[in-house]
C-alpha cells in the first residue's frame, strides 16, 4: 500500500514539472516571437542577478532557441515518464478491481451457504 501511495505522489509530482517545463516553454516561445521583431542593431538585455547585462541579439536568439530544444527534450521524457507510470497504475488498478470482484464472489458464496 505504501509504495502505491509512493507512486501516486511520484507521478503527481512529475505532473507539477511538466506544467512548469509546459508554462517556460510558452514563456520563452514569446520571447523568440519577440527577438525575432526586432532589428538588426536593436539593444537586447539579459537580467543576470539584480544587474541588466547587455547582449548581441544574434547571441540572446541562439540562447532562447537552445533553452526551448532543452525544453522541449524535457518535456518527451517526462511524457515517457508519465506514460509508464500511468500503465503501472492502471494494472495496479485493474489488479485490485478483480481482487475485489473475488473477494464479493466469494462472500456471496458463503451467504448462501
Do not use: C, W
Request: charged share 30%; aromatic share 4%; no cysteine.
Amino acid at each position: 500500500m505504501g509504495s502505491a501511495l509512493k507512486e501516486l505522489q511520484h507521478i503527481a509530482k512529475n505532473h507539477q514539472v511538466r506544467k512548469k517545463y509546459t508554462i517556460q516553454l510558452g514563456e520563452n516561445e514569446l520571447v523568440l516571437k519577440e527577438l525575432d521583431l526586432l532589428n538588426e542593431g536593436a539593444n537586447v538585455y539579459k537580467l543576470i542577478g539584480p544587474v541588466l547585462v547587455k547582449q548581441d541579439l544574434a547571441e540572446a536568439n541562439a540562447n532562447v532557441r537552445k533553452r526551448i530544444e532543452y525544453i522541449s527534450a524535457e518535456l518527451k521524457r517526462f511524457d515517457g515518464t508519465l506514460q509508464d507510470l500511468e500503465e503501472k497504475q492502471n494494472s495496479k488498478r485493474d489488479a485490485v478491481l478483480k481482487l475485489q470482484q473475488r473477494i464479493q464472489s466469494l462472500q456471496a458464496g458463503k451467504a448462501k451457504a
